[in-house]
């Protein structure tokens, strides 16, 4: 038996463990979603270009509509059930960008904003609202036509399906997610962290890489440490996992103890690799030298984690609020 428990530490990463019922059972009954659609105690979630609608003024909230607030967007674009909590019913809506009456008819309760650059500011139930919202206008955004016969296809059941519209085809389409691995690679007191040439000065975080077909994810961990830094891993934890709608991932955390530490960039992927011991973290962070990857990322939980099992103290010490 397993002496980790992954719901546990999955519900430390943000977006993750949402209370929100998603209702798959109501997705299907048609009369039931159009009812809620004109229910005042329904809420809009609009999403336009990847960003969501923040309010305007202090605090930073997210504007959250009623289907009276945002009848020129329902009249505009199909929604997305998302799911209820408590009484509330949320619907994703996909906002068109060249439609100039919803611009004006939105413009009036807030603006759009990166979700990177407000989720501190949100309680951790709208900011994992607002990442699934997000999460799936984008699928609906990239599945406008049939990948079977190249066709428009349609959104049914709520959204958590597109049905091709040529006849003779009819393929069915569901929202998906791309896994992704990510691993915190240690050997003794060190862990490898490494960076991308197009990342601020001074960011570094730990190795990462998309699960190929034909691959578990442990596999992926494995090829992923050698052709990013040419490193042999051993043994290899499961941790936690994270939805990151940037713009579609899962990422699944591991621990893998290195079997080899000599650092060779095999595919350029990053400009440069290094073994850090926590002392050398540690001072490096004080010094603004080494910036680790946010707060709001599995990545830094996983370095959180490695940290905090050392002499150095804790990250969150060391690492003040978020910094993206
Ligand atoms: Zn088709």
């Not at 105690?41 to 609608?53: A, C, K, Y």
């Not at 979700?115 to 599945?143: E, P």
């Not at 990013?228 to 891993?233: I, T």
């Amino acid at each position: 038996m397993s002496a980790i428990n992954h719901f546990e530490r999955s519900a430390l990463n943000y977006f993750a463990a949402s209370p929100l019922d998603r209702l798959t059972v109501k997705r299907r009954d048609d009369g039931w979603l159009s009812a809620q659609l004109l229910s005042p105690s329904t809420r809009i979630v609009p999403v336009q270009n990847g960003q969501n609608l923040i309010a305007h003024g202090e605090p930073t909230r997210a504007a959250l509509l009623t289907p009276d607030e945002a009848a020129t967007l329902l009249n505009a674009a199909t929604p997305i059930l998302l799911g209820a909590l408590a009484d509330v019913v949320y619907f994703a809506v996909d906002v068109p960008e060249e439609d100039a009456q919803v611009q004006a008819a939105l413009a009036e309760y807030g603006s759009f904003r990166e979700l990177r650059a407000v989720y501190a500011d949100l309680d951790r139930f709208t900011g994992a609202l607002m990442a699934y919202a997000k999460g799936m206008v984008y699928w609906h955004q990239r599945h406008k036509y049939c990948g079977d016969c190249g066709s428009r296809s349609l959104s049914a059941e709520g959204g958590f399906m597109r049905v091709c519209t040529n006849e003779a085809c009819g393929a069915k389409h569901f929202p998906r997610t791309d896994p992704a691995i990510i691993v915190l690679i240690y050997a003794g007191d060190k862990c490898l962290l490494g960076r991308q040439p197009t990342w601020p000065p001074g960011r570094y975080s730990i190795i990462a890489g998309f699960v190929e077909p034909g691959e578990s994810a442990e596999d992926a961990v494995k090829r992923e440490a050698m052709e990013e830094a040419g490193v042999h891993v051993g043994r290899i934890e499961y941790q936690a996992s994270q939805p990151w709608p940037f713009p579609s991932s899962l990422m699944l955390g591991y621990m893998a103890e290195a079997a080899s530490t000599e650092v060779d960039l095999v595919d350029d992927e990053l400009e440069a690799a290094y073994w850090f011991t926590r002392a050398q973290v540690a001072d490096m962070v004080r010094k603004g030298d080494l910036k680790l990857p946010p707060d709001i990322s599995i990545s830094h939980r996983l370095i959180e984690r490695w940290f905090d099992a050392g002499d150095e103290g804790k990250l969150a010490d060391l690492v003040k609020g978020p910094a993206w």
